[in-house]
């Protein structure tokens, strides 16, 4: 069974610091995502990588960078965290050859608060 | 590009009772049409799923979908609820193959005793 990881359920941060989220996905996946959930809004796509060191931005990227230095490792990176981005953070990944039938694996979410 | 439009975002209903959450997306290609169910404190985890043939589709716990392209819908449906269905439902298309989702704004189903 797939497993993606994220590192911390709960993360408590002030304004101004850089905070680092980090998810790792157990199946060899090349395609992995990160989405921010706020109520009423659904998941918004921050961003997503389909490789190593690959990355593109997805619909809400500003505020946010990512690394993927390992094919299992994807981080998200606030540069400078702001009270607006206290939010649940979930990861995903995919099998690339199998896109057109297998969905997206998530990791249990990520709750950050910045105060 | 797509969108998902979730038309309810409450769902109070009692147990035993039917229920549909109704779900629109718009898209100029193709799509993957997903539900996904999250319970409190949990990710995402796949109900079902349309790719292609059958508008029908069955999914686990007793959920099934219909696919009516005119309509543009991908509606979700249980014949009798359970207390332990209360969570929060999301619609959801792809239609690139680095397997992006659009999701909708999620609709939260309560069942009440």
């Known amino acids: 069974d797939v497993k993606v990881t994220q590192s911390s359920r709960y993360l408590v941060k002030r304004t101004g610091e850089k905070v680092f989220l980090e998810c790792v996905q157990d199946m060899d996946h090349e395609n992995m995502f990160w989405y921010r959930q706020d109520p009423g809004l659904g998941l918004r796509l921050i961003y997503f990588s389909y490789d190593v060191k690959m990355k593109e931005k997805g619909d809400i990227p500003e505020g946010y960078s990512v690394s993927r230095e390992k094919k299992e490792r994807f981080s998200l990176i606030l540069e400078s965290a702001s009270t607006n981005q206290t939010s649940m953070y979930l990861c995903?990944?995919?099998?690339?050859?199998?896109?057109?039938?297998?969905?997206?694996?998530f990791g249990d979410g990520t709750r950050l608060s910045i105060l | 590009a797509q969108s998902v439009t979730q038309l309810d975002s409450q769902v109070p209903v009692f147990e035993e009772a039917p229920v549909e959450l109704r779900c629109n997306y718009s898209?100029?290609?193709?799509?993957?049409l997903f539900w996904y169910v999250q319970y409190p404190n949990q990710g995402l985890q796949l109900l079902l799923k349309?790719?292609?043939?059958?508008?029908l589709v069955k999914g686990i716990n007793g959920f099934e979908a219909e696919f009516n392209k005119s309509q543009t819908s991908f509606h979700l449906r249980k014949p009798s609820v359970h207390i332990s269905d209360t969570a929060e439902y999301f619609c959801a298309v792809s239609a690139t193959s680095y397997g992006k989702l659009t999701f909708g704004q999620g609709t939260i189903l309560t069942v009440h005793p």
């Open positions: 995903a990944s995919i099998d690339v050859d199998r896109v057109s039938n297998q969905p997206q694996h």
């Open positions: 349309y790719l292609s043939g059958s508008t």
């Open positions: 898209s100029s290609v193709s799509v993957y």
